[in-house]
């Protein structure tokens, strides 16, 4: 692999890509270079070569920069290419040999996780969380490990009230949820190391989950296993320990650090 410092534009023109997807709009290309540390001269020549070729927008009226056309279909590409799928579904597999325990690999969608691999364990309940289904995030062992993971500003910007949390009718948990609530729940399962569900999407069943991450720290994606309720503690620390190491596994896959 060829170090950055040898291919220092190849670098500089990627950091700039990666800063941009980190804001929440467009911002000067002077605020670019004192975040990044680039002179502006450079800052502004590579904002033009990544304007020409799609990737830059420049809007004058606000002399900002955010991200064009192009990005966005690099994005869609890698959706197309389904990598978190492809890289985690032998994961997942390998997860359900070693426990014999159904396992998923899911996504953070709005307030939502969708799920993109489900694998069953031979003799084991059927369960809710099939490939291309929805559940409120808040109620999975999968969703609060990728909400854990994100920044308090994030988290309150997907939960402003009680309005948005949503519930099961097979929910077992009777008691009102609001957001410091959740915060004290994420908390725990940040402390803990994986985060938990006890019979919050399907009655008799507890599932184990962990966070992806991909080069920023953000959640990417969810690695979880589910077993009946009430199962021995060795098969439950069993569980916590294998999905954190596939979730970190697959975090190094898609580039984290």
Same mark, same amino acid.
């Given at each position: 692999?060829?170090?950055?410092?040898?291919?220092?534009?190849?670098?500089?023109?990627?950091? =700039?890509?990666? %800063?941009?997807?980190?804001?929440?709009?467009?911002?000067?290309?002077?605020? =670019?270079?004192?975040?990044?540390?680039?002179?502006?001269?450079?800052?502004?020549?590579?904002?033009?070569?990544?304007?020409?070729?799609?990737?830059?927008?420049?809007?004058?009226?606000?002399?900002?920069?955010?991200?064009?056309?192009?990005?966005?279909? +690099?994005?869609?590409?890698?959706?197309?290419?389904?990598?978190?799928?492809? +890289?985690?579904?032998?994961?997942?597999?390998? +997860?359900?040999?070693?426990? *014999?325990?159904?396992? %998923?690999?899911?996504?953070? %969608?709005?307030?939502?996780?969708?799920?993109?691999?489900?694998?069953?364990?031979?003799?084991?309940?059927?369960?809710?969380?099939?490939?291309?289904?929805?559940?409120?995030?808040? !109620?999975?062992?999968? *969703?609060?490990?990728?909400?854990?993971?994100?920044?308090?500003?994030? !988290?309150?910007?997907? /939960?402003?009230?009680?309005? &948005?949390?949503?519930? !099961?009718?097979?929910?077992?948990?009777?008691?009102?949820?609001? /957001?410091?609530?959740?915060?004290?729940?994420? &908390?725990?399962?940040?402390? #803990?190391?994986?985060? *938990?569900?006890?019979?919050?999407?399907?009655?008799?069943?507890?599932?184990?989950?962990?966070?992806?991450?991909?080069?920023?720290?953000?959640?990417? #994606?969810?690695?979880?296993?589910?077993?009946?309720? *009430? &199962?021995?503690?060795?098969?439950?620390?069993?569980?916590? #320990?294998?999905?954190?190491?596939?979730?970190?596994?697959?975090?190094?896959? =898609?580039?984290?650090?």
């Amino acid at each position: 692999m060829a170090d950055a410092s040898k291919v220092p534009a190849a670098d500089q023109v990627l950091r =700039i890509l990666s %800063h941009l997807a980190t804001q929440r709009g467009p911002v000067p290309a002077a605020s =670019i270079a004192t975040a990044l540390g680039l002179p502006r001269s450079t800052t502004y020549h590579l904002l033009g070569v990544l304007q020409e070729r799609g990737f830059v927008v420049h809007l004058p009226e606000e002399r900002r920069y955010g991200l064009g056309v192009a990005a966005f279909e +690099l994005s869609s590409g890698f959706s197309r290419q389904q990598p978190l799928t492809r +890289l985690g579904r032998p994961l997942v597999a390998a +997860l359900v040999d070693r426990l *014999g325990e159904s396992g %998923h690999l899911a996504v953070l %969608h709005g307030r939502d996780v969708l799920y993109l691999v489900e694998e069953r364990a031979p003799r084991r309940p059927s369960l809710v969380s099939d490939v291309g289904v929805r559940l409120p995030a808040h !109620l999975t062992a999968s *969703g609060r490990a990728m909400l854990q993971a994100l920044p308090p500003a994030q !988290l309150r910007a997907l /939960y402003p009230d009680r309005a &948005a949390f949503a519930d !099961l009718p097979s929910t077992t948990d009777a008691a009102p949820w609001s /957001y410091s609530r959740l915060k004290t729940l994420l &908390a725990e399962a940040r402390a #803990a190391g994986v985060a *938990g569900e006890h019979g919050e999407v399907t009655r008799g069943l507890a599932s184990v989950g962990a966070p992806v991450l991909d080069h920023l720290g953000w959640p990417a #994606a969810a690695i979880a296993v589910t077993f009946a309720e *009430g &199962a021995p503690d060795e098969l439950v620390d069993a569980a916590s #320990a294998a999905v954190v190491d596939a979730a970190a596994t697959l975090s190094r896959r =898609i580039g984290a650090r």
